[in-house]
């Protein structure tokens, strides 16, 4: 299957960039080093429309497809891997309000994100990462009202986003059929941000814990009705999953430079060290690899937007999401070995990467999940 981009695409691809290479890569480091999170490129993202992206033309968005959303992800993994994550974060809200999104809710949610609003995927608990079904946080019907109560963990965009995509129980003992989903906003009464954490990478993103004390919100908030939220998730996680492909492909690719760089200028035993077989043949070992992941996760983004949402569609994206991750795991932890010693150091950014990569093979389903899946379609 041959993926050619469309002019847009390129304009779009060279943008960023452009941008990444003038101003996102620096700040890059400067958030990771400061531990906060990067307003400012949450800010130069904004202005060239990065957020109002997947939102219909209809409400003001660009309408974007998964390829274009997939572009974009594998330029923010190269330059600013924090960035990507909030994306994502945001990406995970879109599916979930096409489906299951009421007029009223697409309009209000679709306008906003147009509006280069931020978005927060709030699912995963202290006692529920993988077995989701199993979330706690509760939400029950007073006269016109659904009343949520709970906490959620490890909310990217936790505390700096403008409205939350929110999973909870409407229906107790009924496992993933009795979970809702709910769209708040972030000055909606009873909502709070808990812990922030300190992470190991991803440091100019913020993860946060979010709680939920006796939030009120009417009927139409509701995403996709009673009982639906957990499906519609599900259904989101496709095109993020395919994202995530993106930004591995793309933060692997900035190690493999960093490495072939370092490797013409570093000289041990009288020449440089891209002279020894044993690297050229670790970088050449990457370059295919990457290749292969980025293959992979482009064709899953065409099926994507064929229109095609069945098993196979599931199964791609998981091998694209898992295939890709552990690869930028893999290339950033050889990349840091290639260095040697200055690898190691915060010198050089190879380091930086290798912590952000380690994310990526845990959010949004760990490998060991996507494994599951995998063999659980296959055996269908
Ligand atoms: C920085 C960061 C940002 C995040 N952002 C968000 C966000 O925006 N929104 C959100 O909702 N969540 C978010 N998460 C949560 C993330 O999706 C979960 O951490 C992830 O789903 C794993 O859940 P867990 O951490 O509870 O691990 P567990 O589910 O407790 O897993 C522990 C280990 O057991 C393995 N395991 C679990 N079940 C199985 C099984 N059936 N078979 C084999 N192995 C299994 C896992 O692979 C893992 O190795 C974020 C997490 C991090 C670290």
């Known amino acids: ?3 050619e981009f469309t002019e847009e695409q390129k304009i779009l691809r060279d943008t960023l960039r452009k941008l990444g290479k003038d101003k996102l890569e620096r700040l890059t480091v400067e958030s990771d080093r400061a531990d906060k999170f990067d307003y400012e490129s949450l800010r130069l993202l904004k202005e060239i429309g990065i957020f109002g992206l997947p939102a219909p033309v209809k409400y003001g968005g660009s309408e974007a497809n998964a ?9 923010l993994g190269y330059f600013s891997p924090s ?3 909030t994306l994502i974060g945001h990406l995970a809200l879109v599916r979930p309000l096409f489906l299951g999104g009421n007029e009223f ?3 209000r949610y679709f306008t906003k994100m147009a509006k280069e609003e931020l978005g927060a995927f709030c699912l995963t608990e202290p006692e529920a990462g993988s077995d ?15 009343v ?10 936790g505390g700096v986003a403008d409205f939350y995509g929110v999973w909870a129980v409407t229906g107790p003992g009924k496992g993933a059929d009795g979970i ?5 906003d972030k000055d909606a009464k009873g909502l709070s941000v808990g812990k922030i954490e300190e992470k190991m990478g991803m ?5 946060a814990e979010m709680i939920f004390e006796d939030v009120k919100v009417t009927k139409e908030y509701m995403c996709g009705g009673v009982g639906k939220g957990l499906k519609l998730a599900f259904e989101g996680l496709d095109l993020v999953r395919c994202g995530l492909g993106g930004v591995s492909c793309g933060l692997a690719q900035a190690a493999l430079d960093q490495a072939i760089q370092y490797m013409k200028t570093r000289h041990q035993f009288g020449k440089p060290i891209a002279q020894f077989q044993a690297l050229q043949f670790m970088v050449a070992n990457m370059a295919m690899n990457i290749e292969a992941a980025r293959a992979l996760t482009y064709q899953t983004a065409s099926l994507y937007d064929s229109g095609y949402h069945g098993i196979d569609l599931i199964t791609k994206a998981s091998m694209a999401k898992c295939f890709a991750s552990d690869l930028c795991m893999r290339v950033t932890t050889d990349v840091v070995q290639i260095f040697g010693g200055y690898g190691y150091m915060k010198d050089y950014p190879v380091e930086r990467m290798m912590r952000d990569a380690k994310l990526l093979s845990i959010v949004e389903g760990t490998s060991q999940i996507h494994h599951h899946i995998i063999a659980r379609n296959l055996f269908s």
Do not use: H, P
């Not at 949520?148 to 965009?157: D, P, Q, R, V, Y």
């Open 203 to 207: 440091r100019g993103s913020q993860t």
């Open 1 to 3: 299957m041959c993926i």
């Open 105 to 107: 809710l697409a309009e």
């Open 132 to 146: 989701a079904a199993s979330l706690k946080t509760k939400a029950s019907l007073e006269g016109d009202e659904w």
């Open 148 to 157: 949520i109560n709970g906490t959620k963990c490890f909310i990217t965009s």
């Open 67 to 75: 390829t274009t959303l997939t572009i974009v992800l594998e330029e």
């Open 83 to 85: 960035m990507a994550c």
């Open 180 to 184: 809702s989903l709910f769209y708040v």
